[in-house]
């Protein structure tokens, strides 16, 4: 596991934990789930703009949906996939707590 898998678990976790009081558990775990997930996204495009000769005046010379299906390493693949996990994780645990406390009551 590298470095940037735990910070980007960190800094959704952060999020996720920021949106409680105005979403639920369920929503605020997918919102910075879908951040990063387009962040992956971008950056997909912008490696497959490179390898084409693109310069920052020009226009980006990648498809509309070719950052989604091409260029997906491992590393990026895990940079989405454990903060979704962990966020998951987070809002599960919530819930059950919530469920929990409600039957006790």
């Known amino acids: ?10 800094i959704a976790l952060i999020i996720q934990l920021s949106l409680l009081p105005f ?14 997930l387009g962040r992956e996204i971008a950056q997909h495009e912008y490696r497959l703009g490179i390898q ?24 990026s693949v895990l940079d989405v996939l454990l903060p979704a996990l962990a966020c998951g994780l987070l809002a ?4 059950f707590k919530k469920r929990h406390t409600a039957k006790n009551s």
């Open 1 to 10: 596991m590298d470095v940037t898998h735990l910070e980007h678990v960190v």
């Open 23 to 36: 979403v639920s558990a369920y929503v605020a775990g997918v919102i910075p789930v879908a951040i990063l």
């Open 52 to 75: 084409r000769g693109w310069a920052w005046s020009e226009t980006l010379p990648v498809g509309m949906f070719e950052g989604v299906w091409r260029g997906w390493t491992l590393d």
């Open 92 to 95: 599960l645990m919530i819930g």
